[in-house]
């Protein structure tokens, strides 16, 4: 069972840039897929980005994709989510998530979830 924590979230105008960090421990974590999810008020939970077990293969929402950049480092256990050129609409709880299994966008693929980090981007 492994136990994730992300940290990194706050207020950022417009065009700025925030970096998310995840932090995991009680499994070694070379064996998930790790992903990025996000949740707006009245909004469904909807996928930001996976990362493959070793970093080889990452995917993307259209939405974010050219502008946010997934990574993972096993050895300190981490994955992080850096992202650029923020928009309003990027507003949302991020989460964290794990699996053991093939890694697709669905939410309920991944069975590991952090508690979330608030990032809220003003005008």
């Known amino acids: 069972q492994v136990q994730l924590v992300e940290s990194g979230g706050g207020l950022v105008q417009a065009g700025g840039s925030l970096r998310l960090s995840c932090a995991a421990s009680g499994d070694t974590i070379s064996v998930y897929v790790m992903a990025w999810f996000r949740q707006a008020p009245g909004k469904e939970r909807e996928f930001v980005a996976s990362?493959?077990?070793?970093?080889?293969?990452?995917d993307y929402a259209d939405s974010v994709k050219g502008r946010f950049a997934i990574s993972r480092d096993n050895a300190n256990a981490k994955t992080s989510l850096q992202m650029y050129n923020l928009k309003a609409e990027d507003s949302a709880v991020y989460y964290c998530?794990?699996?053991?299994?093939?890694?697709?966008?669905?939410?309920?693929?991944?069975?590991?979830w952090g508690q979330g980090t608030q990032v809220t981007v003003s005008p």
């Open positions: 990362i493959s077990r070793y970093g080889a293969r990452t």
């Open positions: 998530a794990a699996t053991r299994g093939s890694g697709q966008r669905a939410w309920y693929e991944y069975n590991y």
